[in-house]
């Protein structure tokens, strides 16, 4: 596999992972044990209680990548200025193949391998990776929060809450709101997806995740495990993708190597003056 195509795919992966859906956390739970009769909204209110909430954040990733013709692994840093910026850098063998500044209204990305830079809307990210973008869903998958995007449906009173292996239950369905990552002339097609979710009683973060679009035959399965302090809450230290279609699988596991809270850090982006400007 040339470094060309392998740059692409490691990229695409990174951002596959930050934006496919904003659920999922895991650890080990006892079979039959009772939980508290509670209510979708009481279950909404502890989750949200229990979201990180920092000014600052720094995380170093190991990810690891298995298809069924690739296997292979990169480093990613992320530091995030909640509500405000994140900065993602993504490097194989210690060199940087790509780098991303994201705002509530503006993306910045520059390939390192081709001399490549674009500066504009979350258009980009949609047309290139074939996902649907925005900060808000960037900023809850890193923060490992949910509420807020839950609450952004609109229709709280579709959710189903019930208990299910040691977790509480929540299940919708989720319609027309995100893009689907197939083909180009695809994207602008409306989909629905059968979202389910695991929380966990102890600090009721989410145990795991399962997404179903049921037109395409795909799946995605998320579980998070490893969970310690930070910020006002906590945090998963390894996270487990499986995606499934009709001809392929992929797994994907992030593990995080490296977590600083509470302290400012640079955000810099200098696009170098050899570098050519990507259209979206």
Known sequence: MSSTIKTSLLVGVALYGLFIMSCSRSKEVTEGRKLPNMKTEEILAAMSENEINCDWMSLKYEVEV???????????????????????SATYYAVEVARFLFTPDSVKFMDRKNN???????????????????????????????????EAEGDKEKIRSYEQDGNYFLSYLRKGQLRRA???EEV?????????????PDHFRMDKTSINDFESGRTLTATYSDYQEACNSFYPYTTEYVAISANEQAEVKTSVMKLSSGKKVSLSFTIPDKYEALSP
């Open 66 to 88: 298995k298809t069924s013709d690739f296997d292979d692994s990169f480093k990613m840093y992320i530091r995030l200025r909640q509500d405000s910026a994140i900065w993602v």
């Open 116 to 150: 490549q830079y674009y500066v504009g809307g979350y258009e980009y990210i949609t047309e290139r990776f074939q996902i649907g973008a925005s900060y808000e869903v960037l900023q809850s998958l890193i923060l490992a929060n949910t509420v807020s995007l839950l």
């Open 188 to 200: 602008d097609e409306d989909i629905d997806l059968n979202i389910g979710l695991w929380i966990e």
């Open 182 to 184: 197939m083909k180009k």
